[in-house]
C-alpha cells in the first residue's frame, strides 16, 4: 500500500514563506517523480513543481525564481520551498508520486492536500 502524506501548510502574510514536505511509503514502491500541484476554488490544478529520482526539475512560470523542489531519495520525500509568497499562491498544495509496486502499472499517487493561504 502506497501512503502519500503531506505537511507544512499554513497561512502567511505576503513575502512571506513556507516549506512544504511530503512523504511517500510503501513497501517495492519505485518512484520516477514527485511532483507539488495546486487547486485554488474554481480553478483547474496545476503543476507546481517537479522532481525526477535523478533530480532533474520543472517549474510552473508563475512560481519561477520563487519556489525550489528538492527531494531526499532514501526517504522518498520532496519538499517544497516556497518564498517570495503572493495572495494567488492561495491554493491546496497537492504532493504527488509517480511511480510503481514491483512491477505494476506505473502509476500517481496522490496525497489529501494542504491548504496554504497568503494574505495580502
Known amino acids: 500500500q502506497v501512503q502519500v502524506v503531506e505537511s507544512g501548510g499554513g497561512s502567511v502574510q505576503a513575502g512571506g514563506s513556507l516549506r512544504l514536505s511530503c512523504a511517500a511509503s510503501?513497501?517495492?514502491?519505485?518512484?520516477?517523480?514527485m511532483g507539488w500541484y495546486r487547486q485554488a476554488p474554481g480553478k483547474q490544478r496545476d503543476m507546481v513543481a517537479q522532481i525526477t529520482s535523478g533530480g532533474d526539475t520543472n517549474y510552473g512560470d508563475s512560481v519561477k525564481g520563487r519556489f525550489s523542489i528538492s527531494r531526499d531519495n532514501a526517504k522518498n520525500t520532496v519538499y517544497l520551498q516556497m518564498n517570495s509568497l503572493e495572495p494567488e499562491d492561495t491554493a491546496v498544495y497537492y504532493c504527488?508520486?509517480?511511480?510503481?509496486?514491483?512491477?505494476?502499472?506505473?502509476?500517481?499517487?496522490w496525497g489529501q492536500g494542504t491548504q496554504v493561504t497568503v494574505s495580502s
Open positions: 510503501g513497501s517495492a514502491f519505485s518512484i520516477n517523480a
Open positions: 504527488n508520486a509517480y511511480g510503481r509496486i514491483g512491477y505494476g502499472p506505473t502509476w500517481n499517487y
